[in-house]
């Protein structure tokens, strides 16, 4: 793939994070732009996912630390295909599936639950070794 492919993708992803932002008043844009270039990456590349089928057993796990930049997640979720982009509208507002930090089951594609900054590499650590056990 051509880096055009990912320019094109992290563009749109930035555009939906500026807009969520802006239609929910809520802050944290500087977290969430910051990881989307990693995001899509991450989602467009090397992770081995299945937005059809986004609960595999040997799929890869992608676990948001800082819940707080969860908007660019979301964003990345969407372009992807794990849920229509029209869900991001809803975004931090009642009645929305979108909450403002990572919430396990609100859409397709989220692993755990998160915000407190840090937790990540032990809910990822445990998530490995319940898997080894397996």
Avoid: W
Avoid at 8 to 32: C, N, P, W, Y
């Amino acid at each position: 793939m051509k880096n055009n492919f990912y320019k094109e993708h992290s563009i749109a992803i930035r555009k939906d994070v500026l807009t969520m932002a802006f239609k929910s008043q809520v802050s944290h844009i500087g977290s969430a732009l910051s990881c989307v270039d990693i995001l899509t990456v991450l989602y467009f590349k090397i992770l081995k996912i299945n937005p059809k089928n986004p609960g595999a057993e040997n799929r890869d796990r992608f676990i948001l630390s800082k819940g707080h930049a969860v908007s660019a997640l979301y964003a990345t979720l969407a372009e992807r295909g794990f849920f229509a982009k029209k869900i991001l509208n809803k975004y931090c507002k009642n009645g929305g599936r979108l909450p403002g930090h990572a919430t396990r089951s609100c859409v397709p594609g989220i692993e755990v639950s998160t915000g407190s900054l840090g937790h990540g590499l032990a809910i990822g650590a445990g998530i490995a070794l319940a898997g080894k056990v397996r």
